[in-house]
C-alpha cells in the first residue's frame, strides 16, 4: 500500500531509519483505526502518541546533524520543515479537539506525502554531508 515503508526510504544512518519506519508503522495503525472507523478517543489518542514520537524524532535528528556539524543553513532548513510539519499536525488535532472533525484517509495521505518527501529531499541531506565528508 501507498502507506507501506520502502527500502528506497533509507538514508543509511541506522538510528534515524529506525525512527522513520517506526513512524510509518505508527501512519499505518493510525490508518487501521481509520478504516475500521474505531473509537474516537482511541484515535485522538494515538493522534497525542504520534506527536510524541515525531517531536522526539525530530529532537533525535536535528542534535544528531549538530553533533556531525552540519552546515547552519541545512541545519535550520531542515529543522524548519520540522516546525511547520509539527504546527500543522498540531493544528489538525486542535480543528479535532474542538470541533470534533472525524480523521479522514486524507489525513494519512498528508502524513505519509510529508514524511516521503521530507526523507527523500531533506533527510538524505544528512547523508550526503557525511558521504562528502568522509571522501
Ligand atoms: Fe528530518
Known amino acids: 500500500m501507498f502507506y507501506d515503508w520502502k ?19 505508527m501512519v499505518k495503525v493510525l490508518h ?8 474516537a478517543l482511541v484515535m485522538k489518542n494515538f493522534l497525542k ?17 549538530k553533533e ?5 543553513n541545512l541545519y535550520q532548513q531542515h529543522a524548519a520543515e520540522h516546525i511547520d510539519l509539527m504546527n500543522q499536525v498540531k ?3 486542535t480543528d479535532y479537539d474542538s470541533a470534533h472533525k472525524v480523521f479522514t484517509p486524507k489525513l494519512i495521505n ?22 562528502k565528508r568522509t571522501g
Open 7 to 25: 527500502d528506497e526510504y533509507l538514508i543509511g544512518i541506522a538510528s534515524i531509519d529506525h525512527q522513520h519506519q517506526k513512524l510509518f508503522m
Open 49 to 65: 502518541e504520534l506527536i510524541t514520537y515525531t517531536e522526539t524524532h525530530f529532537s533525535d535528528e536535528e542534535k544528531y546533524m
Open 91 to 93: 493544528a489538525i488535532k
Open 68 to 72: 556531525i556539524g552540519l552546515p547552519e
Open 110 to 131: 498528508f502524513l505519509v506525502d510529508w514524511l516521503r518527501n521530507h526523507i527523500v529531499h531533506t533527510d538524505t541531506k544528512i547523508s550526503q554531508f557525511l558521504s
Open 32 to 39: 487501521g483505526y481509520i478504516e475500521s472507523g474505531d473509537t
